[in-house]
């Protein structure tokens, strides 16, 4: 699961309220979550119960906005991954489980006015890792990229209402090709009501094809 918190600090009671319902409704329970915008000071820790952080990266400049963060369940065994060279993106990579062949996840977040590129840069490092190791890949967070038109998300209103796609928008699509990656939006409009996507509201996330 990934979400947009947009500040944990004042979110905090209420997602962990959302977890529990989703274990208690679902017979099941979450393992891994990704936070975009978690606007943490380098102090605050993003402390959730039956949770710990495997990796976590704040804004450099600690300006109270942006922020990311992957929670993994205490009884998974996880580990951070290494981004590309000189990385300026606000994302993060964690694999599951042990081994060179263990799931990737990926979590990333880009500011609307920000430059596109080290998200894409970041994105396609990590899904070119995984797809080498052999690797099953999945992906979330929020790029602000509202005029997206993919076939995936169709009914999306969004992708319907005829906005002009930007260059990142663009940029993101080619990547997405280039990758042999697919999204699904997380809109309930877009994924239907069901408990997963009712719950998560992830602006993209994306998977390997079968």
């Not at 906005?65 to 993060?92: F, N």
């Not at 062949?101 to 920000?114: H, L, N, W």
């Not at 002009?164 to 239907?192: I, M, N």
């Amino acid at each position: 699961m990934t979400l947009n918190i947009d500040g944990f600090r004042s979110k905090r009671e209420d997602f962990v309220n959302m977890i529990e319902r989703f274990d208690a409704r679902s017979g099941r329970k979450l393992s891994v979550i990704g936070l975009c915008e978690t606007k943490l000071g380098d102090a605050e820790a993003p402390d959730v119960p039956g949770f710990r952080v495997v990796a976590r990266r704040d804004r450099a400049a600690n300006d109270g906005g942006g922020g990311v963060a992957v929670l993994v369940r205490d009884s998974y065994a996880a580990r951070a991954l290494d981004g590309p060279p000189d990385d300026a993106s606000e994302t993060l990579a964690v694999a599951l489980g042990e081994g060179d062949r263990a799931p990737r996840f990926f979590v990333g977040y880009r500011a609307p006015d920000d430059d596109m590129e080290p998200y894409l840069r970041a994105l396609r490092f990590h899904a070119s890792e995984a797809a080498a190791a052999g690797a099953a890949f999945v992906g979330g967070g929020d790029p602000n990229l509202p005029a997206l038109q993919l076939p995936q998300s169709g009914v999306d209103l969004r992708a319907c209402s005829g906005a002009t796609e930007t260059a990142g928008c663009r940029a993101f699509r080619t990547l997405l090709e280039e990758s042999r990656l697919t999204v699904k939006s997380g809109t309930v409009a877009a994924c239907g009501p069901d408990l997963d996507a009712a719950l998560t509201h992830y602006r993209n996330t994306t998977a390997t094809r079968p």
